[in-house]
C-alpha cells in the first residue's frame, strides 16, 4: 500500500529557516506529482505547488511563489518544503498528498501531515 | 485566478440525502473531485474524475458535475458521514480547492 510518511512537528521563531519532508513507500514514485497543501488552524485547504520527481518539475501557487522552495530528492523518494525565513503566519497544518496529474489528478494518497508552529 | 464557492454549512437528518454543491466558471468543463476531512485527520478522496468512487468509498457517495455546478450527494446519511467536505479542481495547472462545508448530521 502507497503510504506518504511525513517529518514530525516543529516549533520555531519567527526568522528561522526550516524543511519539512514526505517520503513515499511506492517503487513507482517518480511516475507521479507531489503536491503540498497548507491548513491554517480552523481554516480551508490551500494548494502551495507541486513537484514531478522524475525530473523535478515545480509548479507554485501564486499565492506561494517566491514565499517557500519545493524540492526532492528521487534517490531516497523524498519531496521537500522549504524555509527561510517563517513568520508566525506560517503557522499551520501541511500535507503532502499524491496526484498522478496537473491537469485532471485527485489527490488519492495523503501524507499525515506535520504541524509547523512559528511563535516567539 | 480561479475560484471554487462552498456553502460553509449543510445540514440532514440521518437517512436523509445529502447535497453540497461547488461553483465554479465553467467547471463543468473540468475534472471536479471531492474530500472527506474528519477533525484531526488527513483528507481522504470520496469522489474522482467528477463521479468516480475509490475503493472503500461507500455506494452512498454520488458525484456530478455539468455546467458551472458541481454536487456532491449523500444519500442514507450516517452519523459517520458528519465532516468537512472539499471540492477539488485544476486550473492553468493550478490546483484550487473550494472553502469547504461542513456535514451536519443532526
Known amino acids: 500500500e502507497v503510504q506518504l510518511v511525513q517529518s514530525g512537528a516543529e516549533v520555531k521563531k519567527p526568522g528561522e529557516s526550516l524543511k519539512i519532508s514526505c517520503r513515499v513507500s511506492e517503487y513507482s514514485f517518480t511516475s507521479y506529482w507531489i503536491a503540498w497543501v497548507r491548513q491554517m488552524p480552523g481554516k480551508g485547504l490551500e494548494w502551495m505547488g507541486i513537484?514531478?520527481?522524475?525530473?523535478?518539475?515545480?509548479r507554485y501557487s501564486p499565492s506561494f511563489q517566491g514565499q517557500l522552495t519545493i524540492s526532492a530528492d528521487k534517490s531516497i523518494s523524498t519531496a521537500y518544503l522549504q524555509w527561510n525565513s517563517l513568520k508566525a503566519s506560517d503557522t499551520a497544518m501541511y500535507y503532502c498528498a499524491r496526484t498522478p496529474s496537473t491537469t485532471s489528478g485527485y489527490f488519492d494518497y495523503w501524507g499525515q501531515g506535520t504541524l509547523v508552529t512559528v511563535s516567539s | 485566478s480561479y475560484e471554487l464557492t462552498q456553502p460553509p454549512s449543510v445540514s440532514v437528518s440521518p437517512g436523509q440525502t445529502a447535497s453540497i454543491t461547488c461553483s465554479g466558471d465553467k467547471l463543468g468543463d473540468k475534472y471536479a473531485c471531492w474530500y472527506r476531512q474528519k477533525p484531526g485527520q488527513s483528507p481522504v478522496l470520496v469522489i474522482y474524475?467528477?463521479?468516480q468512487r475509490p475503493s472503500g468509498i461507500p455506494e452512498r457517495f454520488f458525484g456530478s458535475n455539468s455546467g458551472n455546478t458541481a454536487t456532491l450527494t449523500i444519500s442514507g446519511t450516517q452519523a459517520m458521514d458528519e465532516a468537512d467536505y472539499y471540492c477539488q479542481a485544476w486550473d492553468s495547472s493550478t490546483a484550487v480547492f473550494g472553502g469547504g462545508t461542513k456535514l451536519t448530521v443532526l
Open positions: 513537484i514531478y520527481l522524475a525530473d523535478s518539475n515545480t
Open positions: 474524475q467528477d463521479s
